[in-house]
RNA sequence: GCGCGCGUAGCUCAGUUGGAUAGAGCGUCGGCCUCCGGAGCCGAAGGUCGUGGGUUCGAAUCCCGCCGCGCGCACCA
């Protein structure tokens, strides 16, 4: 671990110099990374915490605290006081630059850690219905899952990406008849019921049904959707570790477990010929019905039965990433789950809901495609801009703001383009070595001397690089993958910032050898955020 | 009406879980540059962080009210 090495050296020696005068003894520092890097390289409020408990000025205790701290210890150069009572720590220009043999040391590992244990979790996304088409929004998803997903993995859990097909229920009855209607009309204009689906691909599979084999409209037609949206996410690069159908817990018999443990348990009562759950016991504003009049379970029995399975295959952590107009489910999804008196916590499973996209083309909203109908495929936007454009747009916004899709910006080859840029950077990288003709990925770094990375370009360079652990512990612990979309480009931006100002090849060779440790360092840095968020690296452009 | 989310520069959005003078990209204006790899670089203008209160050393961030937008409020999923 190297960023965070020099807070940790920082934070010990904080923490028994504030001991030494005086402080509590559970004290634990708290050190940033300030937003003005012209403030300090690592910051502590340690001062003005403990100015209550110390009944000190702020002030006061920093000098005492900065006074009594080995600057050797702490791996620090300089400590400075500013502000209301910040103690600002700067590190020496040699020392940061010495943590680029590190990095390239951990090559394709920088920026992992363990903190999650090895521990299993299961994220759940996509899990459309196999009526049609992947729309955006599923796209949207498959880029927030995945991303979070390996934001797990690289933070040390055991990820399971999962599928749920809800392949039973009123829609599938709906995408049955759509189908018949056009058998039916034989090739004439078909009349779609109510509830119907409408798109063009419903008269495909008509069209390639055959009834000779002897398969049944219904089977055949999921089989053919399902297996279109396994294209899709094919050729979107998302693959999922198990998919899970809904129709299975009917089968299986775990929709009648559930609902027979739900009555056992008391939570539930009859009223206007239906089974009521009490769901208002578990905070939801009414309560649900879960057998309806005509006998059929409503979804969420199915839900709280797919839920529960997660649960007993040793998942002790689950997280949805779904639409926001899904948002209603939740509170009693998890209210079945804790009716159930098995012991599963309350915040099970976890949540990422995100808001609606939008697709802009030539500054016009998009709203349908031939194949689907009523929406744009998400193979309609991997078409049009390409599948990395695709992944990063839906990840350069957070969850919660509605994200409006720049069709032309996404294909645009500029710096416009925030992916171009940010691939061009790893690009840039790349052609250094393939000019100087030199295998990066065999450079021995081990005794270049480093020290003469004194540049301004080239420290801030090198402390952006340094972020990279703590930025993924962060994205992951808050999943969140747009902080890294966001780091990835100020990590471009500062990369090309070097590279415009100083050259490479062609230096004194002790400055070109150590620069070009630099740019393997950038390089390794761009290329795993790109790899970690689905998208490639290109070596040229 | 109730619940959830969102209101930050002309536009699109960040803001590290309460820290320092609120940032970036695009756009606008002024000036350089033509270099391993493609119009890049430097500087400037631009903000009552929707609004009114509260909490405290300190609030864009937490709490309450109001305004505006989106989504949800089915015996659909």
């Known amino acids: 671990m190297i960023g965070p090495g020099f807070a940790d050296r920082i934070r010990a020696e904080l923490k028994r110099a504030a001991l030494s005068i005086g402080a509590p003894a559970d004290v634990e520092p708290i050190l940033e990374r300030p937003r003005d890097p012209a403030h300090a390289d690592w910051a502590s409020n340690i ?9 000190r000025k702020p002030t006061e205790i920093a000098t005492a605290i900065r006074d009594s701290m080995n600057l050797a210890d702490a791996g620090v150069d300089r400590i400075e006081i500013a502000g209301p009572g910040f103690l600002n720590f700067r590190l020496d220009p040699a020392t940061v630059a010495e943590t680029v043999r590190g990095i390239v040391a951990e090559n394709e590992n920088y920026g992992r850690s363990a903190a999650g244990e090895n521990c299993p979790v299961v994220v759940e996304f ?233 697709v802009v083309k030539e500054s016009e909203e998009v709203k349908i495609s031939k194949r689907a109908g009523s929406y744009v495929t998400v193979r309609d936007l991997i078409d049009w801009v390409g599948r990395d454009a695709v ?31 940010l691939q061009m950077a790893h690009a840039r990288m790349s052609g250094i070595f393939r000019v100087g003709e030199i295998d990066a990925s065999r450079m021995d770094v081990s005794s270049v001397d480093l020290s003469v990375l004194a540049e301004a370009e080239e420290q801030a360079l090198i402390k952006q690089l340094l972020d990279f652990p703590a930025e993924i512990s962060g994205a992951a612990a808050a999943m969140e993958p747009h902080r890294i979309t966001a780091y990835a480009l100020e990590t471009a931006r500062l990369a090309h910032f070097w590279y415009h100002k100083h050259h490479v090849l062609g230096e004194p060779e002790p400055i070109m050898l150590a620069r070009l440790a630099l740019a393997r360092a950038a390089q390794i840095v761009i290329r795993n955020t790109l790899h970690l968020l689905g998208i490639s690296a290109p070596e040229r452009m």
């Not at 001062?47 to 009944?55: E, I, K, N, S």
């Not at 990840?395 to 840029?421: C, H, I, T, W």
């Open 391 to 421: 992944r990063f747009f839906f990840l350069m916004r957070k969850g919660d703001s509605p994200l409006v899709f720049d069709v032309d910006l996404a294909r645009r080859q500029s710096d416009e383009n925030p992916v171009y840029y």
């Open 126 to 358: 996509v899990s459309a219905n196999p009526t049609g088409p992947l729309h955006v929004g599923h796209g949207r998803q498959a880029a927030l899952g995945d991303a979070i997903s390996s934001l797990l993995e690289w933070t040390g859990w055991r990820v399971s990406r999962e599928f749920y097909y809800n392949d039973a229920g009123v829609q599938i009855d709906n995408l049955e008849l759509s189908v018949r209607a056009h058998i039916n009309s034989n090739g004439g204009p078909a009349e779609i019921p109510e509830g119907g689906y409408h798109g063009e691909y419903v008269r495909e599979i008509a069209v390639r049904y055959d009834a000779v084999t002897g398969e049944g409209v219904r089977e055949f037609a999921l089989r053919a959707l399902r297996a279109e949206q396994d294209l899709d996410m094919q050729a979107f690069g998302v693959k999922f570790d198990t998919y899970y159908l809904e129709s299975s817990l009917y089968t299986d018999g775990k929709v009648h477990d559930v609902v027979d443990r739900l009555i056992a348990n008391g939570h539930t009562y009859e009223s206007e010929g239906a089974l009521w759950l009490r769901t208002t016991q578990y905070g939801d504003d009414k309560d649900r019905v879960m057998r309806k009049s005509d006998g059929t379970y409503t979804y969420f029995v199915p839900d709280v039965a797919y839920h529960l399975t997660k649960w007993q295959r040793g998942f002790t952590h689950a997280i949805n990433v779904q639409g926001a107009d899904h948002h209603g489910t939740t509170t009693r999804v998890r209210a079945g789950l804790r009716a159930l008196n098995m012991g599963i916590p309350e915040g099970y499973p976890q949540y990422v809901l995100h808001q609606m996209v939008t």
């Open 47 to 55: 001062a003005m915490v403990l100015a209550r408990p110390l009944r």
